[in-house]
C-alpha cells in the first residue's frame, strides 16, 4: 500500500505562483510514474503534467510553459510549481502514484486550488 499525501494548494489571485508538492510513502527500487491531475467542479478529471518512470515528462496543452513538474527519485516526491495562475486554474489537485511494473495508482485526498480575485 502507498500513502499518498498532496500539499501547497490555497486561495490565490489571478496572475499569482503556487508549488504543489507530493509526497509518496515506501523506498520503491525503481521510480514510479507519478502525475498531477486535477479537476473543476462540474467537470472531469484531467491530466495536469506527469513525470513516467523513466523521466518522461508529459504536459496538458492547457499548461502552455505555465507550470513546471519536477521529482526528487530518493524522496519519492513530486513538485508542480505554477506561475500566471487563471481563474480556469481553480480546481482540486490530486496526485497519482503508478509503481513501475504495475498498471494500479494509488490517489491523494488533493490539494485545493483556487485562483479567485
Known amino acids: 500500500q502507498v500513502q499518498v499525501v498532496e500539499s501547497g494548494g490555497g486561495l490565490v489571485q489571478p496572475g499569482s505562483s503556487l508549488t504543489l508538492s507530493c509526497a509518496a510513502s515506501?523506498?520503491?527500487?525503481?521510480?514510479?510514474?507519478m502525475a498531477w491531475y486535477r479537476q473543476a467542479p462540474a467537470k472531469q478529471r484531467e491530466l495536469v503534467a506527469m513525470i513516467t518512470s523513466r523521466g518522461r515528462i508529459v504536459y496538458a496543452d492547457f499548461v502552455k510553459g505555465r507550470f513546471t513538474v519536477s521529482r526528487d527519485i530518493a524522496k519519492v516526491t513530486l513538485r508542480l510549481q505554477m506561475k500566471d495562475l487563471k481563474l480556469e486554474d481553480t480546481a482540486l489537485y490530486s496526485c497519482n502514484v503508478i509503481l513501475f511494473g504495475t498498471t494500479s495508482g494509488y490517489w491523494g485526498q488533493g490539494t485545493q486550488v483556487t485562483v479567485s480575485s
Open positions: 515506501g523506498n520503491p527500487s525503481n521510480p514510479p510514474t
